[in-house]
């Protein structure tokens, strides 16, 4: 019963926001959230920083995939000293990944991927894992399984993206190509299923020309399948079977990001199949290799002990500080400017 209200509750938020995206995200007015002055120019305005609500949107899915990160191992009885090392190690080794990756494969520096990043999370997981344990295993008592421990990684991690999809939408990056430039079978698929986005400062104009254009939902289809992989990761989780939420998120997820690259219009690379496709399925392959090596043991998970966590001072401390760090890695935009001019109201003096 627990279970059941529980992703009840999960599956009802996310469809709402997922909705409230897609109608209202693509709008010019939602994508800078604020601007702050930096410093005065020759001309007498002020040079202003961008604060957008792709920064925002990121630092929510972030943060929430963080939560559900320590629901799952709280549960599944991974001691809260190890998760919370684990998930800052993690952090800080793929938030400067997504723009090492970025530039390295798109040769852009204001540039994000959460592909690469991904791919980087993959690889260093289970040795993290097998480090931390090393290091303070013994001293604290604890020794984690890597297949229990990216299991609840990769479920977060599915919630995390589908949710950090609309900030895609509302920045207008990593869009889907025009329906006029694609055959009448697709035209017809989406015709009443498509984004339009509006706003010269967003990536989809100033990088492809594509605003007002009928261009194909590839965020909102991310978004919605990744939502619903998240949601069968967590009962799978639940019901102790690790390996499965484990394969079953990270599999889907992967195969559907070297799918969707060939609905995108924007620029992955120079090449047919790009270095993110290549990507994906070799963590597919890493973490099959991973399950071998790191069989998961027997045991049900408690979802009450993993709530329970939460209510934990230094626990939300943690959480809050993930969010201001993922928002002032992702919030502050570098492709766009603003001047800003102040004004006194003389009838209100």
């Known amino acids: 019963m627990e279970q059941f209200v529980f992703l009840s509750i999960l599956s009802v938020l996310i469809l709402f926001t997922i909705i409230w995206g897609f109608k209202t995200l693509p709008k010019e007015k939602w994508q800078i959230m604020a601007v702050l002055p930096k410093g005065k120019t020759l001309h007498g305005k002020w040079e202003g920083l961008n604060l957008t609500y792709y920064g925002l949107l990121c630092a929510n899915a972030y943060t929430f995939a963080v939560i559900i990160f320590f629901i799952l191992g709280a549960s599944a009885q991974i001691p809260l000293s190890e998760l919370g090392l684990l998930i ?19 040769k852009k520096k204001g540039t994000l991927t959460v592909g690469g990043a991904v791919f980087i999370g993959i690889l260093a997981g289970p040795w993290l894992v097998y480090l931390m344990n090393l290091a303070l295993g013994r001293t604290l008592r604890f020794d984690v399984n890597p297949t229990v421990f990216l299991s609840a990684l990769c479920v977060a991690y599915a919630y995390g993206e589908g949710l ?7 920045f207008g990056c990593c869009y889907g190509k025009p329906l006029c430039g694609c055959s009448p079978f697709v035209q017809r698929l989406f015709s009443g299923f498509h984004l339009v986005f509006s706003g010269k400062t967003k990536k989809i104009a100033y990088a492809s020309g594509l605003e007002g254009e009928k261009v194909i939902p590839v965020q909102i289809m991310t978004a919605g399948l990744y939502s619903v992989t998240a949601l069968i990761g967590t009962g799978l989780f639940l019901n102790g079977h690790y390996a499965a939420a484990f394969l079953e998120s990270l599999i889907v997820t992967q195969v559907w990001r070297f799918v969707s690259e060939f609905f995108r219009a924007d620029f992955r690379g120079g090449l047919k199949i790009t270095p993110y496709q290549l990507m994906a399925l070799g963590g597919i392959v890493y973490a099959l290799a991973t399950v071998f090596f790191s069989p998961a043991p027997a045991g049900l998970p408690v979802l009450q002990a993993g709530l329970h966590a939460l209510w934990n001072p230094w626990m939300i401390f943690l959480i809050e500080s993930v969010w201001v760090a993922a928002f002032v890695h992702t919030g502050r935009s570098v492709v766009t400017g603003a001047e800003i001019s102040f004004h006194v109201h003389e009838n209100k003096i």
């Open 164 to 170: 950090g999809r609309l900030a895609c939408i509302s």
């Open 88 to 106: 800052l190690a993690m952090l800080g080794l793929c938030m400067p990944a997504s723009k090492i990756m970025a530039r390295i494969v798109e």
